[in-house]
């Protein structure tokens, strides 16, 4: 009678990664990094970046002041979970905050469009 076969798992080898190169374009000349990096610094500086930031800040402001965030020791082992807790729900409502105002950036800029799409239409 032939004998069963063991079943001892054996990793296959793994396979040779391959290393990450940057690639550089030789037309560039170096710049490439400068430039996108001044128009990060540029959108950071933007008005409507301010705004989300403020809005993202006073929604999570709210949001702890909602769930009765305190620096007071009370309630025994459970101020850590519930101030997990309040962290997390702050984030969320900051979320949700800078997704409604981004929703109503976007539809008054739509709004625009169609009104110069109309007005294009009417002069011509």
């Avoid at 705004?51 to 769930?67: F, G």
């Avoid at 169609?114 to 294009?120: L, N, V």
């Amino acid at each position: 009678m032939a004998k069963k076969a063991t079943s001892k798992s054996k990793k296959p080898a793994s396979k040779p990664r391959a290393a990450a190169v940057a690639k550089r374009s030789s037309d560039s000349g170096g710049r490439g990094s400068t430039d996108m990096g001044d128009a990060f610094v540029k959108l950071l500086q933007s008005p409507l970046v301010a705004e989300l930031v403020a809005v993202a800040a006073t929604a999570a402001l709210a949001s702890l002041a909602e769930q009765g965030f305190s620096n007071r020791s009370g309630g025994g082992g459970t101020t850590g979970k519930r101030a997990g807790r309040a962290v997390k729900a702050a984030g969320a409502a900051a979320a949700a905050a800078v997704g409604r105002r981004l929703s109503s950036e976007i539809e008054e800029i739509r709004k625009a469009a169609k009104e110069s799409k109309r007005g294009g239409a009417a002069k011509a």
